[in-house]
């Protein structure tokens, strides 16, 4: 059974920094895009940002510069630096996971990121 396991959410400032973690227990990772996605209150999902297994990266024009996307695949994690986290950026957010060949497609529980005075 596949699971990937948010950390490193939380309240944090405006022009504050977190980093989301996602640990996935897929036998192979290196065969899985993963990314990340939020939803806020009243909203549809959003993409935030992807990553390829040979790292190449894209990201949604509103976090473009301040938040970076990364990947660790002997520890078969990946991370959302989150850095300048503005009120806009409130919201759950979810680890996905899609396996490039057939297209399986994995979400984590998501983790609440508020972003408050």
């Known amino acids: 059974q596949v699971q990937l396991v948010e950390s490193g959410g939380g309240l944090v400032q405006p022009g504050g920094s977190l980093r989301l973690s996602c640990e996935a227990s897929?036998?192979?990772?290196?065969?899985?895009?993963m990314g990340w996605y939020r939803q806020a209150p009243g909203k549809q999902r959003e993409l935030v940002a992807t990553?390829?297994?040979?790292?190449?990266?894209n990201y949604a024009d509103s976090v473009k510069g301040r938040f970076t996307i990364s990947r660790d695949n002997a520890k078969k994690t990946v991370y959302l630096q989150m850095n300048s986290l503005k009120a806009e950026d409130t919201a759950v957010y979810y680890c996905?996971?899609?396996?490039?060949?057939?297209?399986?497609?994995?979400w984590g529980q998501g983790t609440q990121v508020t972003v408050s005075p």
């Open positions: 897929l036998s192979v990772f290196s065969i899985y895009a």
């Open positions: 990553i390829t297994s040979g790292g190449s990266t």
């Open positions: 996905n996971a899609r396996n490039v060949i057939s297209q399986n497609t994995y």
